[in-house]
């Protein structure tokens, strides 16, 4: 197809990339990046946060649960809650991953994504995700665990930091290559690394930036929930409720946000190294031409 130039201004102009969606299918910059998941955010925030609230109700119903049989069993609570928080935030952490990977290929293409349809994508690769996400905290952790566990003093331990952030950096998009590609947890590991490779101090500064935005704006999002909890701004409650009411629903909204905005600027590298190493950016446009 012959190439198509534009005039405009007086000037003449190479043809615009296509953007369907939050992106110009093309290589991004980092602003782009970023651009695109605040974007994102806005355009399905919303419906991000719904698809997440059944996991979070089921973590604290988990949580509830822990304490509960702990109780009966005359058991300190402590002993079983730090494994069941444990096992809960995992759990919570792999279906933001998946939430978020079924929102970042609607929202490069630009269509409309209802809470249904992102959990009917979600449900069949979560166990995927969880299993990658497992395997990425083995190996962060697995060198500090070997100092520790030869018995060498904690101090080597510490200093087997910069591995851990080196293989965090490598294996950051293995949860979204295992969500958007149906890969397995250790395909999803090599396919990350090899996307990262030749990249590594560019992903790590746009995922740290992510992460530092998306723990600012969680932080602020709690508060108004906080204080109208405080000022009890729904009279049929009464105040320790409503306190109790507000923090939980500001503390969802907020976790949603700390969980879901890094992942979603991950997302957006990984479909920018695939654009700029392979060719997706054609096998996007063509797809979103035939919708």
Known sequence: MAE??????????PPQPPKPGVISLRPLKSGDILGGAFAALGRYGSRLVAAMLPGQLGALLLLAAAVGGALALGVRPVTVLVP????????TCALAATLTAAV??????????????????ARPRLAAVLGTQLLVLAALAGPGAAVLAAGLPPL???????????LGVLFVLAPTAAAYEGLGPVAALRRSAGLVRGAWWRTFGITALAAVIAAG?????????????ALSLVPA??????????AALGGMVAQTLLLCFPQLAAGLVYVDRRIRREGLAAELTRESEAA
Request: proline share 4%; aromatic share 10%; hydrophobic share 60%.
């Open 104 to 121: 970042l290929r609607e929202a490069v293409l630009g269509r409309p994504a209802a809470v249904r349809t992102l959990l009917r994508a």
């Open 4 to 13: 198509q130039w534009t005039h405009w201004g007086g000037g003449w102009l």
């Open 237 to 246: 409650i009464d105040g320790g409720l409503a306190h109790a009411t507000f």
């Open 84 to 91: 069941a928080a444990a096992l809960a935030t995992l759990l």
């Open 156 to 166: 080597l331990a510490a200093a087997t930091l910069p591995v851990a952030l080196g």
């Open 217 to 229: 704006a969680a932080y602020a999002v709690q508060l108004p929930f906080a204080f109208a909890g």
